[in-house]
Nanobody
Framework: VQLVESGGDLVQPGGSLRLSCATS????????LGWFRQAPGKEREFVAT????????NYADSVKGRFTISRDNAKNTVYLQMNSLKPEDTAGYYC???????????????????WGQGTHVTVSS
């Protein structure tokens, strides 16, 4: 199983970024995925999750209305569109996948079995 994030960058407050997580080694269309983030000196926290069918999506309250998670089963890729970025969004962003196929979306780190190496987002003027 491999997950490779990309798209992190330095962006001004109010700006936008789209993160991508390219995956391989499992049946993407049957997998539930999530995005998490970790700021320096803080614990990793939930950002967004999308279930295998794409119909169950959840967001952390801190990003609701600004971030959008989506998936492209043809490309085995999950995305995180981030708009109206704030300095407090600065963090390493990680995608993760649940090993059990057709599982429910989850905000719990412990429910995810495989993780990418992360991509860094800095929001600063």
């Amino acid at each position: 199983v491999q997950l490779v994030e990309s798209g992190g960058d330095l962006v001004q407050p109010g700006g936008s970024l789209r993160l991508s997580c390219a995956t391989s080694g499992f049946t993407f269309s049957r997998a539930t995925l999530g995005w998490f983030r970790q700021a320096p000196g803080k614990e990793r926290e939930f950002v967004a999750t999308i279930n295998w069918g794409g119909g169950r999506i959840n967001y952390a309250d801190s990003v609701k209305g600004r971030f959008t998670i989506s998936r492209d089963n043809a490309k085995n890729t999950v995305y995180l569109q981030m708009n109206s970025l704030k300095p407090e969004d600065t963090a390493g962003y990680y995608c993760a996948v649940r090993a059990r196929y057709e599982s429910e979306s989850s905000s719990m780190l412990r429910d995810y079995d495989y993780w990418g190496q992360g991509t860094h987002v800095t929001v600063s003027s």
